[in-house]
């Protein structure tokens, strides 16, 4: 950590917002700040051969877990038994604390009965899934719509000119509504709008509901089964570094997406 420059870091997490924004409005346009992006994230990764196109290595790790942890930490950052899960799971970082909910493992400190940094990352994902769609798009031949395609053959030698109909082929996107599931109360009942990690330990049944927030199939996230574990330490350790600074999460109206975090802030204790 000590090797990497506070504003390399503070300008590439800019960019990449400000680049990712303007994406789904303009398609053009934003090669001089692409070009700075790649300055800073070159800085950051000087290994040129081990990363080629630096940003491809550091998007789909970033873009998603910042997210996650910014919407944990508001979520948790006011409850003092969710903060506690988050520090007794910093002590032992392992798998099999991170899926603990037992009681007897961690009730001997006065909380956190029946829950674990994993239901807490869960119900974060449901409520807040930084991907609310997944989209596939596939040809398909649409047989109401032919269109001629000439073809050249010799007959007695003589050239002929032939129209072949071929069925049309479109491209046809369809897109999943990850949050609309999430928030469903058909599917997580009544209180779907609401945070409440301890549901996990009744959707343990392969039955139950589940989270669709890493995609599915072939294209699945390749860090479905490691960025929950790393979301829960570095909320963890986020946590610790506040407390041990003085320091304290002041919270905003309401929790943000990759925007609407103006009125949140992070402030001495005393002030
Ligand atoms: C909470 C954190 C994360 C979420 C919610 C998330 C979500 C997703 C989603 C929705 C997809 C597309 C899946 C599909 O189209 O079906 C995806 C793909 C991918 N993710 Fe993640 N991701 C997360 C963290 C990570 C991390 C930490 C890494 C790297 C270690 C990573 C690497 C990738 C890669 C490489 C792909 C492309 C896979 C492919 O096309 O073959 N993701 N992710």
């Not at 807040?128 to 596939?136: Q, T």
Request: proline share 6%; with cysteine; hydrophobic share 40%.
């Amino acid at each position: 950590m000590d090797t990497l420059n506070a504003e390399d870091l503070r300008s590439s997490a800019t960019l990449i917002m400000k680049l990712w924004t303007s994406s789904k409005t303009a398609s053009s346009g934003n090669e001089a700040e692409l070009s700075k992006l790649n300055y800073h994230l070159r800085n950051l990764l000087p290994d040129a051969e081990k990363y080629p196109n630096p940003i491809n290595f550091v998007i789909p790790t970033w873009e998603t877990l910042w997210r996650l942890v910014a919407t944990c930490l508001a979520r948790v950052y006011d409850n003092a038994e969710y903060c506690h899960v988050f520090e007794e799971f910093l002590q032992d970082p392992t798998s099999r604390r991170f899926h603990d909910h037992s009681d007897s493992t961690i009730s001997n400190v006065g909380y956190s009965d029946g829950l674990c940094a994993d239901f807490i990352i869960n119900e974060t994902l449901r409520l807040h899934p930084p991907s609310r769609h997944i989209s596939r798009s596939f040809p398909i031949e649409t047989p109401s719509i032919s269109i001629p395609v000439p073809k050249l053959t010799f007959v007695g030698g003589w050239p002929v000119l032939t129209l072949d109909w071929r069925h049309r082929t479109q491209i046809q996107t369809e897109v999943a509504d990850i949050e609309a599931a999430h928030l469903s109360t058909d599917i997580w009942g009544m209180n779907a709008l609401t945070f409440e990690p301890r549901r996990w330990a009744l959707h343990a049944d392969k039955d139950a509901p589940t989270l669709f927030v890493f995609g599915h199939g072939p294209l699945m996230c390749v860090g479905k089964k490691w960025a929950p574990m790393a979301a829960a330490i570095i909320v963890g350790a986020i946590l610790e570094c506040i407390k041990a600074d003085g320091l304290e999460i002041v919270g905003g109206r309401s929790i943000g997406g990759r925007e609407g975090w103006d009125d949140w802030m992070i402030q001495s204790f005393e002030t």
